[in-house]
T-cell receptor
Framework: AQSVSQHNHHVILSEAASLELGCNYSYGGTVNLFWYVQYPGQHLQLLLKYFSGDPLVKGIKGFEAEFIKSKFSFNLRKPSVQWSDTAEYFCAVNAEDTGFQKLVFGTGTRLLVSP | DTGVSQDPRHKITKRGQNVTFRCDPISEHNRLYWYRQTLGQGPEFLTYFQNEAQLEKSRLLSDRFSAERPKGSFSTLEIQRTEQGDSAMYLC??????????????FGAGSRLTVL
């Protein structure tokens, strides 16, 4: 079945540590890839997106993600996290084989950054 | 542009009652989506509209659920005969579907339903 997997459900880091959150998808064909973030008490916000071109995309707040087509992956990275990055992070995919019509989300990774 | 608005933000109801949620999308967006999110899970797709046409419904959307977007602007999601398993956050999102296929969803704050 088509799916999006986020293997890290909870991550705890100290400030200034580096972050990498994994995301794998099982769709064939062309995909559009997204990372959304949900800060405590707030709604889902777009962090970054990949449609085509350079597989390394940069988003807001120093986040970046790399699309590796051969690995069906779109991992999120940040070289140095801050306490304010504490949030839940969701990887999401829409795919050509569903006409890019709906966004399918992973289960999310809850990040806690300790000061 | 005030983003995607959802009302009410919280609803507590007794099992068996009907509830209705409203979503006002970003005005120039032609697509409107409903998702459901439960604790520890990512948002799950329920249904979406392009203008006033409902183009897809998930199998998660039982016959107790109905969504409408009568004039292609705001949308309502009604749940009839609520069950405790319906307790969740109901999210609305909207997007402007371009010719290129790019489709970026903007989400509202959600309507949290608690069924007692």
């Amino acid at each position: 079945a088509q799916s999006v997997s986020q293997h890290n459900h909870h991550v705890i880091l100290s400030e200034a540590a580096s972050l990498e959150l994994g995301c794998n998808y099982s769709y064939g064909g062309t995909v559009n890839l997204f990372w959304y973030v949900q800060y405590p008490g707030q709604h889902l916000q777009l962090l970054l997106k990949y449609f085509s071109g350079d597989p390394l995309v940069k988003g807001i707040k120093g986040f970046e993600a790399e699309f590796i087509k051969s690995k069906f992956s779109f991992n999120l990275r940040k070289p140095s996290v801050q306490w304010s990055d504490t949030a839940e992070y969701f990887c999401a995919v829409n795919a050509e084989d569903t006409g890019f019509q709906k966004l399918v989300f992973g289960t999310g990774t809850r990040l806690l950054v300790s000061p | 542009d005030t983003g995607v608005s959802q009302d009410p933000r919280h609803k507590i109801t007794k099992r068996g009652q009907n509830v209705t949620f409203r979503c006002d999308p970003i005005s120039e967006h032609n697509r409107l989506y409903w998702y459901r999110q439960t604790l520890g899970q990512g948002p799950e797709f329920l249904t979406y509209f392009q203008n006033e046409a409902q183009l897809e419904k998930s199998r998660l959307l039982s016959d107790r659920f109905s969504a409408e977007r009568p004039k292609g602007s705001f949308s309502t999601l009604e749940i009839q005969r609520t069950e405790q398993g319906d307790s969740a956050m109901y999210l609305c999102a909207s997007s402007l579907k371009g010719l290129s296929g790019a489709n970026v969803l903007t989400f509202g704050a959600g309507s949290r339903l608690t069924v007692l």
